[in-house]
């Protein structure tokens, strides 16, 4: 375990050396084409500065911010039990030194994902719709799968990756729209007439404008492909924790067969961290290919599938192959490990769960995150109180009983 993260780590490091080369190369040939020759030097340090900011932000508050963005609020165990009691499983199994923080995103779509500095600092948000239509080995798939995130070290590395593509992206904005209101092309100081060599200096224009253009691309591309081997590395450790690549399986296929619309609070810059991609059915198209964040899901579920015989990283490398037939995203050191068998799972029971019994659950989990209270009345009927309701007793609507709140349940006005 220990030398696939290390690995994975210095596998990272490359990729992010190799983003950071591309980000400080169109710093270089933006500051020449402004401001000249010497301009190159001063170019490469406002990029290097640029990153550095960037990154100071997101080391310092990162995680917040993208769960800010996510629209994600904290919840306690009385929220949901199950997906708390899963969260310690499945710590535990992974060996980390602290209970991940949870959160709950009230948004129908189901998807999850982990973020945080570290280990000791991490955080796991699920959404609604997650937890209203997957069953207890599912949730528990999904959740280990976030724990190995963990546990790999990704969520930090994406994170940093993250912030060096929008280091690209907002070094060629600036560049490109400068160009455009003519900011940068009126001043005198990198005028042809005045520094003689037009010809020289357009070639250098044109260079940077089309470095301008192709190094977000390139950059979104090794982005990217940093994604896409995270989430088969993910997997692997998902099955290799629950010891049931099933869960995570069934899971998968019930997210990809989700006819919900794509998870509001998304965007370029938060797919990458969610188990699933969840921009892959906005304008009614698929996202997939190298443009996409994570692997076909599909091919996902049959690697997963595959793993007939175990559960160690040598099986997962060998379901790999027979599907894919690539080269496993596997490090050899982690094929030595012993074998782990599959855990033994009663098949779940059919017609457990219905569409309208999803949706009734799925807006019960959204209203209890928004602080509602639910009270169960002796006819068997749940009464739910909104968070603004501050009377110490309320009436049945079915039966006429009239129940009190339990103490400690009375809440203030709407913004009292």
């Known amino acids: 375990m220990w030398e696939l993260i290390r690995t994975n780590k210095r596998n990272s490091i490359v990729l992010m050396a190799v983003m950071a080369g591309v980000l400080l190369a169109l710093g270089l040939v933006i500051g020449w084409a402004v401001f000249g020759p010497e301009g190159g030097l001063p170019g490469v340090g406002i990029a290097a500065l640029v990153w550095m900011v960037l990154t100071l932000v997101s080391l310092a508050s990162g995680d917040q911010i993208l769960l800010a963005a996510s629209r994600a609020q904290p919840v306690t165990h009385d929220v949901h039990p199950q997906l708390f009691n899963v969260v310690e499983e499945m710590k535990i199994a992974a060996g980390l030194p602290a209970m991940p923080k949870v959160y709950i995103i009230n948004d129908p779509a189901p998807n999850a994902f982990a973020t945080g500095r570290s280990p000791q600092s991490a955080s796991l948000a699920v959404t609604a719709g997650l937890l209203g239509r997957l ?10 799968h976030e724990m190995s995130h963990i546990l790999h070290r990704d969520i ?49 224009a044109l260079i940077a404008i089309l470095a301008a253009v192709l190094a977000p691309l390139m950059a979104q591309l090794l982005y990217f492909a940093l994604s896409r081997r995270r989430e088969y590395l993910a997997d692997a450790g998902a099955a290799r924790l629950t010891r049931y690549p099933e869960g995570l399986a069934r899971a998968l296929e019930k997210i990809a067969g989700d006819a919900t619309p794509p998870l509001a609070a998304a965007n370029d810059a938060t797919a990458p961290m969610y188990i699933v991609n969840p921009l892959r059915k906005r304008g009614g198209r698929s996202v997939s290919g190298w443009t996409s964040t994570h692997p076909p ?61 999803q949706v009734h659950e799925i807006g019960d989990i959204m209203r209890k995150v928004n602080g509602f209270h639910f009270l169960t009345c002796a006819c068997s009927l749940k009464i739910k109180i909104p968070p603004d309701f501050n009377a110490g007793t309320i009436r049945c609507p079915r039966c006429s009983r009239t129940l009190s709140l339990p103490s400690g349940q009375d809440r203030p006005p709407a913004g009292g």
């Open 156 to 204: 930090l590395y994406v994170t940093l990756a993250g912030v060096m593509l929008g280091g690209v992206v907002l070094l060629s904005q600036v560049f490109l729209r400068g160009l455009l209101h003519g900011s940068l092309g009126s001043h005198r100081r990198y005028s042809p007439q005045r520094r003689g060599g037009g010809q020289a200096q357009l070639v250098i």
């Open 297 to 357: 899901i599909a091919e996902r579920i049959r690697i997963l599938r595959n793993m007939s015989q175990g559960v160690s990283y040598r099986d997962y490398a060998q379901a790999f192959a027979a599907v894919t037939h690539a080269r496993s995203p596997l490090p050899a050191a982690a094929l030595t490990e012993e074998e782990v068998p599959i855990r033994s799972v009663p098949a779940p029971a059919v017609g457990q769960e219905t569409a309208g019994r």
């Open 135 to 144: 069953n207890r080995d599912e949730l528990q798939g999904v959740v280990a």
